[in-house]
């Protein structure tokens, strides 16, 4: 069953600590894999689309990764304003179009 | 630089009320969603639409109903609302099926008492 699990839950960071959010996925096979960030009492905006292990995608703070089993967000000197929630989404190859998504990981930084 | 625009923002229903919610996008995209958001869990597919007048069932769809008259809309309807229907409904539209980034909705929050 195609299944993704995001890790940790929750992270709590100071300002300025580096660290990383985990995304693992099992697909059959994998068309693309998204990274969304949600604000409280928004929608989900799109981040990265990745496509296959070995790549890499920047965007100020945020660096994404991608295995053929797991990808990760990394993220560098966090400041206040990178507090949300972070969606890990797959797209695999087989049952149509559908988009799978975890269940996110709710960072907060504080200052 | 309106995007995807959901009504209401909130609701409250009785156990058995009807309702619809409305959602709008301006991007002229082919293809248009309705996801629910619970704790916990992921966002996960109501029903969706490929195109104007098409409709298509996604992962849960059973107690919802969708319309897509006009490209640029998409209802989804609560024909009998339970308990078990209380969740956040986010809309989302595409210009693609395949490796298509989403734009989303601000959300409606639904509490069905």
């Known amino acids: 069953e195609d299944q993704v699990t995001q890790s940790p839950e929750a992270l709590r960071l100071q300002e300025g600590e580096s660290s990383s959010l985990n995304c693992s996925y099992t697909?059959?096979?994998?068309?693309?894999l998204f990274w969304y960030r949600q604000d409280p009492g928004k929608g989900p905006e799109f981040l990265f689309t990745?496509?296959?292990a070995g790549e890499e995608k920047e965007k100020e703070r945020l660096k994404a990764t991608l295995t053929k089993k797991e990808s990760f967000l990394h993220i560098t000197a966090p400041k206040p304003e990178d507090s949300a929630t972070y969606l890990c989404?797959?797209?695999?190859?087989?049952?149509?179009?559908?988009?799978?998504f975890g269940a996110g990981t709710r960072l907060f930084v504080k200052a | 630089n309106a995007g995807v625009t959901q009504t209401p923002k909130f609701r409250v229903l009785k156990t058995g009320q009807s309702m619809t919610l409305l959602c709008a996008q301006d991007?002229?995209?082919?293809?248009m969603y309705w996801y629910r958001q619970d704790p916990g869990m992921g966002l996960r597919l109501i029903h969706y639409?490929?195109?104007?007048?098409?409709?298509a069932k996604g992962e849960v769809p059973d107690g919802y109903n969708v319309s897509r008259l006009k490209k640029q809309n998409f209802l989804l309807g609560l024909e009998s609302a339970a308990p078990s229907q209380t969740s956040v409904y986010f809309c989302?539209?595409?210009?693609?099926?395949?490796?298509?980034?989403?734009?989303f909705g601000s959300g409606t929050q639904l509490s069905v008492l």
């Open positions: 989302a539209s595409s210009y693609g099926q395949l490796n298509e980034k989403l734009f």
């Open positions: 697909v059959s096979g994998l068309r693309g």
């Open positions: 990745l496509y296959s």
């Open positions: 989404a797959v797209q695999p190859t087989t049952g149509g179009f559908k988009t799978i």
């Open positions: 991007m002229n995209h082919e293809y």
């Open positions: 639409s490929v195109g104007e007048g098409t409709t």
